[in-house]
């Protein structure tokens, strides 16, 4: 058992390696969340898999099963409280308990926010926010007292805002409040719970194909794009080693270091190119078109082809450094970039 310091704070935490731990994943069938689920069990940890559609747990579980991996799977919408409460309970059944939970799932909505009905903004709160919460206040009900880590899926648009996303982008500020919040909460009673908040950038999973779509055209991430291992990778490491935060891609990190130089660049930019960036050069004219913001669709690890992806990240493995390390890269980081733009704003 590994010896960690808790971020912010003098206490230590025990957190057992992954080969040794029992982790529960939500929105376990598709894009980050399967990439998780896959990686863990090649680790050797055991997983309780948890989504909406039962066909696509039914064959994870096959598939994953049949290699000697040790998974258990429960049907459940993240939104239903009663149903989170059944997630922890199909853990200890299966498996005595949990170490680490993984708040992974969620949905979105493409379109301004005038286009988007407060039905379907209620809805991806309902999912994103009220679930992440659910999910965190039950795993930190079990782990109080024995320890363990909590992992939130946040986003760099966590840190920024972006146009034609407003009610994802609002449910990922969320995230960043409710995973501090929850943080400083439990270091104050010295419970041992590791909390961190991973904001991926652009990765390519279904994402854009599952969301509901107002906009005129189909939606897509703009690059650069990671592979969903790179999340994995980054969501694996936090249940082994306290961080606050780590983001998934180069990319999504210089973004939010921009935002935070530059502010009104930034807007300007999403102002001229926001919603261009996150369009496809197909129509979307197909009224039979699904999404899975109420009910499950087909699911999938990658999202469309024909799209360069960036297989790894050299920024997740420079957030893997000792924290002081980390943090002078980011400060020294963010300095030359704030420079750089204060004097091209000068010519």
């Known amino acids: 058992m590994t010896l960690h310091r808790t971020p912010g704070r003098g206490t230590s935490l025990r957190l057992k390696p992954i080969d040794r731990q029992a982790l529960v994943v939500t929105g376990a069938t598709s894009g980050?969340?399967?990439?998780?689920?896959?990686?863990?069990?090649?680790?050797?940890?055991?997983?309780?898999?948890?989504?909406?559609?039962?066909?696509?747990?039914?064959?994870?579980?096959?598939r994953l099963s049949a290699n000697g991996g040790r998974i258990a799977t429960v049907v459940a919408d993240v939104s239903d409280a009663d149903a989170v409460e059944q997630i922890a309970r199909t853990a200890i059944a299966e498996f005595g308990g949990f170490d680490s939970w993984i708040n992974n799932a969620g949905?979105?909505?493409?379109?301004?926010?005038?286009?988007?009905?407060?039905?379907?903004?209620?809805?991806?709160?309902d999912v994103n926010y009220f679930g992440m919460l659910h999910g965190s206040l039950v795993a930190a009900r079990h782990?109080?007292?024995?320890?363990?880590?909590?992992?939130?899926?946040g986003s760099i648009l966590s840190d920024r805002a972006i146009v034609d996303q407003g009610p994802?982008?609002?449910?990922?500020?969320a995230a960043q409040a409710l995973t501090d919040t929850l943080r400083m909460e439990l270091e104050r009673e010295?419970?041992?719970?590791?909390?961190?908040?991973?904001?991926?950038?652009?990765?390519?999973?279904p994402f854009p194909d599952h969301a509901r779509n107002f906009m005129d055209r189909l939606p897509r991430v703009p690059p650069p794009v990671y592979a969903p291992d790179v999340v994995a990778d980054a969501v694996l490491f936090a249940c082994a080693h306290p961080r606050r935060t780590i983001y998934a891609g180069g990319g999504g990190l210089?973004?939010?270091?921009?935002?935070?130089?530059?502010?009104?660049?930034?807007?300007r930019i999403m102002e001229a190119v926001g919603r261009k960036l996150q369009q496809r050069t197909e129509k979307q004219d197909n009224p039979e078109r699904r999404d899975n913001l109420y009910e499950?669709?087909?699911?999938?690890?990658?999202?469309?082809?024909?799209?360069?992806?960036?297989?790894?990240?050299?920024?997740?493995?420079?957030?893997?450094?000792?924290?002081?390390?980390?943090?002078?890269?980011?400060?020294?980081?963010?300095?030359?970039?704030?420079m750089t733009i204060r004097a091209r704003a000068r010519r």
Do not use: W
């Not at 010295?190 to 999973?205: C, F, M, N, R, W």
């Not at 270091?257 to 807007?267: E, G, Q």
């Open 32 to 62: 980050n969340g399967l990439a998780i689920v896959e990686r863990a069990i090649r680790s050797g940890a055991r997983v309780v898999a948890v989504a909406r559609n039962d066909a696509a747990l039914d064959d994870l579980r096959t």
């Open 107 to 125: 949905v979105g909505v493409y379109g301004s926010l005038e286009q988007v009905p407060i039905a379907d903004h209620r809805r991806v709160f």
């Open 143 to 153: 782990l109080r007292g024995k320890g363990g880590a909590i992992v939130n899926i």
């Open 168 to 173: 994802y982008c609002a449910t990922k500020h």
């Open 190 to 205: 010295g419970t041992g719970i590791s909390v961190t908040l991973v904001k991926p950038g652009a990765i390519d999973t």
């Open 254 to 267: 210089a973004s939010a270091l921009l935002a935070r130089a530059a502010p009104r660049v930034t807007d």
């Open 296 to 338: 499950p669709r087909a699911d999938a690890l990658r999202g469309l082809p024909n799209v360069h992806v960036r297989e790894s990240s050299l920024a997740v493995q420079m957030q893997k450094l000792p924290k002081r390390a980390v943090g002078m890269v980011l400060v020294g980081g963010a300095a030359a970039l704030a």
